[in-house]
Nanobody, 128 residues
Framework: QVQLVESGGGLVQAGGALRLSCTAS????????MGWFRQAPGKEREFVAA????????????HYADSVKGRFTISRDNAKNTVYLQMNSLEPEDTAVYYC?????????????????WGQGTQVTVSS
């Protein structure tokens, strides 16, 4: 069982930046592929970014939704059991609740139902 706790959300003006963190419980964090999703009011949850594990401790792959490519960066610190989402050049359209998720699948996972564990979410609001 893995528990995920997100933090770092808040209110920011358009063009600003935020860094979200997701800290996981458990000793095998390095073995998990991690993802970030978001859900805006009245919309379905959508994929934002993933950081997949290949089975090698030195090889991870990052993957992004087209809408955030070049603005968002996903990274991880295995020593801290934490995955990050650095969000730059934020736009009002980025306003949503952001969720992190974890799976043991050894590939990039962009669909929500393939993740096994979810955090409670953190609100990001971008004002124009």
């Amino acid at each position: 069982q893995v528990q995920l706790v997100e933090s770092g959300g808040g209110l920011v003006q358009a063009g600003g930046a935020l860094r979200l963190s997701c800290t996981a419980s458990g000793r095998t964090f390095r073995s998990y592929s991690m993802g970030w999703f978001r859900q805006a009011p009245g919309k379905e949850r959508e994929f934002v970014a993933a950081h997949s594990w290949s089975g090698s401790t030195i090889y991870y792959t990052a993957h992004y939704a087209d809408s955030v490519k070049g603005r968002f960066t996903i990274s991880r610190d295995n020593a801290k059991n934490t995955v990050y989402l650095q969000m730059n050049s934020l736009e009002p359209e980025d306003t949503a609740v952001y969720y992190c998720a974890a799976t043991l699948k050894l590939r990039v996972v962009v669909v929500s139902h393939e993740y096994d564990y979810w955090g409670q979410g953190t609100q990001v609001t971008v004002s124009s």
